[in-house]
């Protein structure tokens, strides 16, 4: 699978939307992003969507960095009753946010020239990160060299 071309299907629930005064606004959908696991709100029509992670994720309590979720190639918004296995559709979108988070990674390890004694802690307990993160990424069977 091309994880940089694959967007993945998310359940999309349809709401109202109302006006502070109670009076009703339009309508929207409701999704959990499969990149940062926060709640984005799309306009009612199904189909393709940009993911607008960067914005949302800086704002909370960090569970996935934002460097991570910036080069996503979106999802497709669909029914929530439709016939789709959305925890694998999840599972997508959280490896092409590990492979972005082991590139990431992998970068900074090799800019990395220790002198201290933690500098050089740091710089393996880096190393044992991204053996884990390419551990995970091999068993999923997604490409560490694109």
Same mark, same amino acid.
């Given at each position: ?55 949302? &994720?800086?704002?909370?309590?960090? =569970?996935?960095?934002? !460097?991570?979720? $910036?080069?996503?190639?979106? @999802?497709?918004?669909?029914? +929530? ?9 999840? &599972?997508?979108?959280?490896?092409? =946010?590990?492979?972005? !988070?082991?590139? $990431?990674?992998?970068?900074? @390890?090799?800019?990395?020239? +220790? ?22 990424? $091999? ?8």
């Amino acid at each position: 699978m091309d994880l940089d071309r694959y967007q993945p299907r998310v359940a999309a629930t349809l709401v109202e939307d109302f006006y502070p005064n109670g009076r009703k606004a339009g309508e929207s959908r409701q999704i959990t992003c499969p990149y940062c696991r926060m709640q984005h709100s799309h306009g009612a029509v199904l189909g393709h969507r940009t993911a607008h992670c960067a914005d949302s &994720v800086a704002k909370r309590h960090q =569970v996935v960095d934002p !460097r991570d979720t $910036r080069t996503t190639p979106g @999802y497709v918004l669909c029914e +929530p009753a439709d016939e789709i296995n959305w925890q694998l559709e999840y &599972v997508y979108g959280q490896l092409h =946010v590990l492979r972005n !988070r082991y590139r $990431r990674l992998s970068v900074e @390890y090799e800019r990395m020239s +220790p002198w201290t004694a933690r500098e050089k802690r740091v710089k393996q307990n880096l190393r044992s990160e991204l053996d884990s993160i390419a551990t995970v990424l $091999r068993k999923a069977g997604v490409s560490l060299n694109d």
